[in-house]
């Protein structure tokens, strides 16, 4: 709930760029201005790490909309949920400071949907993510790609994932929810 009027601001700006601009290509990386607020802030007065997090997923929303795919989404009652993400620092963004959350798709395996968010500041990059999200259904299980593309069409020029991201997921994953995981240390 912490950027709840952010993210319904984005949808809606997202919605009036999509009928204004049209769809946006699954291989196109999507913008979004925000502003660093001071609730945004720790306490050594730079955005907080776990912020970023929470701001890009606006860049998120705004590819959803703007390509089409929220709107396949809700007619047959399927969501994403992000099952891992990890996200590297290079400068820290300030009180007031006007960036932009850049996103963009970087394909897709038998499981899962990758993507890269960066902060942007003049073209300059000062945090990227890589996030793995997965697709669901409201009326339970895991939405194959067969029946994800089969609703949107599958991207055309959508390269493959580069082999160190599926390094990074599987060496990030944790058992499935089912299965025993046991918090021990060792």
Known sequence: MNV?????????????RL?????????EV????VTTLPTDLDVLRHMNNGRYLSLFDLGRWDLLVRT????AMKRHGWYAVVSSETVTFRKSLELWQRFDVESR???HDDKAIY?????VVDGEIYAKAIVRARMLKRSGGTLSHQELFAA?????????????????AAASALPPARADAPSTWS
């Open 115 to 119: 993507l890269e968010h960066r902060a």
């Open 30 to 33: 999507g913008r979004v201005r």
């Open 152 to 168: 949107i069409g599958r991207p055309e020029g959508l390269p493959d994932v580069e082999q160190w991201v599926h390094e990074w």
């Open 4 to 16: 709840i009027w952010r993210t319904l601001l984005v949808m809606w700006n997202a919605r009036r």
């Open 105 to 107: 798709l970087l394909g």
């Open 19 to 27: 009928r204004k601009e049209g769809r946006l290509a699954s291989t």
């Open 68 to 71: 089409g795919m929220s709107g």
